[in-house]
């Protein structure tokens, strides 16, 4: 399993703008695909966004596209989510995924590894 570690979440006024990232630590962080969840309080964990092993491919939730962008550095280890245009009910926790480039859907089921989760607040 990868650890992954995300930061960057905070208070952010609607149609403003966040970027957070995704420190991995396994070496072979090019293998797996990455992708971008959030969940908020007494709702399902629902995908926002996902990027292939190379970064060639991206995938978006239809309520964000066009507002945010995934992307990643591997000789960084990181992945990245830029969001802009916040909306009150994207307030929510947000969660970095990491599965096997070999198979799979962008689902929780899915997705082994996990981070903590890192908290964006958007106020209306």
């Known amino acids: 399993q990868v650890q992954l570690v995300e930061s960057g979440g905070g208070l952010v006024q609607a149609g403003g703008s966040l970027r957070l990232s995704c420190a991995a630590s396994e070496r072979t962080f090019s293998t797996y695909v990455m992708a971008w969840f959030r969940q908020a309080p007494g709702k399902e964990r629902e995908f926002v966004a996902g990027i292939s092993s190379s970064g060639g491919r991206t995938n978006y939730a239809d309520s964000v596209k066009g507002r945010f962008t995934i992307s990643r550095d591997n000789a960084k280890n990181r992945v990245y989510l830029q969001m802009n245009s916040l909306k009150p009910e994207e307030t929510a926790t947000y969660y970095c995924?990491?599965?096997?480039?070999?198979?799979?859907?962008?689902?929780?089921?899915?997705?082994?590894?996990w981070g903590q989760g890192t908290q964006v607040t958007v106020s209306s």
């Open positions: 995924a990491a599965r096997s480039r070999y198979g799979g859907d962008y689902v929780p089921a899915d997705f082994g590894s």
